[in-house]
T-cell receptor, first 114, second 111 residues
Framework: KAGVTQTPRYLIKTRGQQVTLSCSPI?????VSWYQQTPGQGLQFLFE???????NKGNFPGRFSGRQFSNSRSEMNVSTLELGDSALYLC?????????????FGEGSRLTVL | EDQVTQSPEALRLQEGESSSLNCSYT??????LFWYRQDPGKGPEFLFT???AGEEKEKERLKATLTKKESFLHITAPKPEDSATYLC????????????FGKGTLLTVNP
């Protein structure tokens, strides 16, 4: 059974640019959630999508947005990049949703903002 | 605001030396508490879900327990392959649920 796939794995952007990250969940999983991981703040919840609807959102500015497609694949977009957006962005899929805690994480997309 | 504090930040054990990791939390209406393991360069791996005080879950050398204010991850006779960062997360109940993670405990088990 294929795991959660995130692309790209590494990317470098400059301040002011925007970036789109992609996540393909495990087949049959309808919930996809996104997280930002930094050494200082640890792992922080961004948002969750379930059957193409955003169900919950963490405390991040509106520059962070996402969407989910009918095949459950999800994308996350960050506009007007800032240096502080440099982080590992993790995607997780779940068969039953965020509330079960049973999340299957991808290996992440490491974003560096220069 | 929900808070999760994990201690110690780092723990070094000898192979076979049992110990416990702590996760203390403050959350309005706990819906669930979750433990994950994260290896370097990888995403976290789900270990346990605990829903109510007094609940316990076991998996191989790991046992997780939950009280009203904290959770413990007990590691019995650890092996070097248990070396990883262990993360704890809580989920608030209600319609606006979300996960709040602790910063983790980095466990190193020496052979």
């Amino acid at each position: 059974k294929a795991g959660v796939t995130q692309t790209p794995r590494y990317l470098i952007k400059t301040r002011g640019q925007q970036v789109t990250l992609s996540c393909s969940p495990i087949s049959g999983h309808r919930s996809v959630s996104w997280y930002q991981q930094t050494p200082g703040q640890g792992l922080q919840f961004l948002f969750e999508y379930f059957s193409e609807t955003q169900r919950n959102k963490g405390n991040f500015p509106g520059r962070f947005s996402g969407r989910q497609f009918s095949n459950s694949r999800s994308e996350m977009n960050v506009s007007t990049l800032e240096l502080g957006d440099s982080a590992l962005y993790l995607c997780a899929s779940s068969p039953g949703g965020l509330e079960t805690g049973e999340l299957f994480f991808g290996e992440g997309s490491r974003l560096t903002v220069l | 605001e929900d808070q999760v504090t994990q201690s110690p930040e780092a723990l070094r054990l000898q192979e076979g030396e049992s110990s416990s990791l702590n996760c203390s939390y403050t959350v309005s209406g706990l819906r669930g508490l979750f433990w994950y393991r994260q290896d370097p360069g990888k995403g976290p791996e789900f270990l346990f879900t605990l829903y109510s005080a007094g609940e316990e879950k076991e998996k191989e050398r790991l046992k997780a327990t939950l009280t009203k204010k904290e959770s413990f991850l007990h590691i019995t006779a650890p092996k070097p392959e248990d070396s990883a960062t262990y993360l704890c997360a809580v989920e608030r109940g209600g319609s606006n649920y979300k996960l709040t993670f602790g910063k983790g405990t980095l466990l190193t088990v020496n052979p």
